[in-house]
């Protein structure tokens, strides 16, 4: 059965950094096109930040424009864990965090924060960043 467990939701002040967690199980092989998404009160759904992985380990990632160059997504070397580090963290990043996998198939060209290939989630990870 193919679980994704988010983690490392807290409340942070202004500017504070946290770090999330995304175990993955349950599968055969590890999704190369994983994404982080969240989803604030009375807003839709958004793409944070995606990470593709080569079968030759290249990482190749992308942002959505309002985290760039405060946020960093990233997996270990055994495809089991995805990581965002979320640094200089503001009230407007206040959202249910949700950890996704792509389909197989997807391609690094398609493993995009706006892509519509995430068929897999996770339960969500609460973060509140006040000010």
């Known amino acids: 059965q193919v679980r994704l467990v988010e983690s490392g939701g807290d409340s942070v002040q202004s500017g504070g950094s946290l770090r999330l967690s995304c175990a993955v199980s349950?599968?055969?092989?590890?999704?190369?096109?994983m994404g982080w998404f969240r989803q604030a009160p009375g807003k839709e759904r958004e793409g944070v930040a995606t990470?593709?992985?080569?079968?030759?380990?290249?990482?190749?990632?992308n942002y959505v424009d309002s985290v760039k160059g405060r946020f960093t997504i990233s997996r270990d070397n055994a495809w089991e864990t995805v990581f965002l580090q979320m640094d200089s963290l503001e009230p407007e990043d206040t959202a249910m965090y949700y950890c996704?996998?792509?389909?197989?198939?997807?391609?690094?060209?398609?493993?995009?924060?706006?892509?519509?290939?995430?068929?897999?989630w996770g339960q969500g990870t609460q973060v509140n960043v006040s000010s």
């Open positions: 996704a996998a792509a389909k197989y198939g997807t391609r690094e060209p398609s493993c995009r924060p706006e892509s519509g290939d995430f068929t897999s």
């Open positions: 349950g599968y055969t092989f590890s999704p190369p096109c």
């Open positions: 990470i593709y992985t080569t079968n030759a380990n290249a990482l190749y990632t």
